[in-house]
């Protein structure tokens, strides 16, 4: 075989062979970021966070067949306030403005929506019907894990609950494929742009209000409506 030849099947071979690298390059860093993703939630024990929304679902329950709305209240802040990562939450619902409050702003932002997050499960969760809950499956998922769960309701359509954990707290819930977290993002960031941080605490403060039965007074103020409870 000539030099010519040789030297043009080399050059064929390189060209044929060059798109297959690129491919097993491609098919490599993929594998990588599906086996980071896996390292990220090693050390994540499953059972666990089962166990913890498990154990939540039973104080709902109890929480449906109270009848008073203040000693629903009282049986959830323990359990809602020490689940959720309250300060997650309020951190990433509101983004950037987060890090532009003082930290006294920051830290009535929390206990507010802290409170609301009680009073909101108090409120949604007041009736007994032999509901139940289920959990189908605990998932890992990027530095942590999803509990994937239902509410079995007797006479409608289950609502599926996803609880989305992450060092053992959940930040996020997803109930029939709506976001909790990303509603507040759109919901809150909105109101910063439009009222400002203060008008986004008196948001707040009237819905606490609205989830506790209070009627406010439209020239008083909401603030002041719900101090005593805060």
Same mark, same amino acid.
């Given at each position: 075989m000539t030099r010519r030849r040789l030297a043009l099947l080399s050059c064929l071979i390189c060209t044929w062979c060059s798109p297959l690298s690129a491919i097993a390059e491609e098919a490599e860093r993929t594998?990588?970021?599906?086996?980071?993703a896996v390292a990220d939630s090693e050390g994540v024990d499953l059972a666990a966070q089962g166990q913890r929304i498990e154990t939540f679902h039973k104080v709902l329950v109890s929480a449906m067949q109270t009848a008073d709305r203040q000693s629903r209240e009282t049986?959830?802040?323990?359990?809602?306030?020490?689940?959720?990562?309250?300060?997650g939450i309020a951190r990433i619902s509101i983004g950037r403005t987060w890090r532009q409050l003082e930290q006294?702003? *920051? *830290?009535a932002f929390t206990r507010l929506l802290g409170e609301l997050i009680v009073a909101t499960y108090a409120d949604r969760?007041?009736?007994?019907?032999? *509901? %139940?809950?289920?959990?189908?499956?605990?998932k890992p998922v990027r /530095?942590? &894990? +999803?509990?994937?769960?239902?509410l079995v309701r007797a006479n409608d359509d289950d609502v599926t609950l996803d609880y989305y954990l992450r060092r053992g707290q959940v930040f996020n819930v997803v109930a029939d494929g709506v976001?909790?977290?990303?509603?507040?993002r759109a919901d809150?960031? /909105?109101?910063v742009k439009q009222e400002g941080f203060d008008g986004l605490m008196a948001h707040l403060h %009237?819905?606490? &209000?609205? &989830? %506790?039965? +209070? +009627?406010?007074?439209?020239a008083g103020s909401p603030a002041d409506a719900s101090a005593e409870n805060l």
């Open positions: 594998e990588a970021a599906k086996v980071a049986l959830l802040r323990s359990p809602v306030l020490e689940l959720f990562d309250v300060a006294t702003d *920051q *830290q969760f007041a009736t007994y019907n032999n *509901q %139940r809950f289920v959990i189908d499956e605990v /530095s942590g &894990a +999803v509990v994937v769960s239902r976001s909790d977290l990303s509603l507040r809150y960031n /909105s109101i %009237r819905q606490l &209000a609205t &989830a %506790r039965g +209070v +009627v406010i007074d439209p």
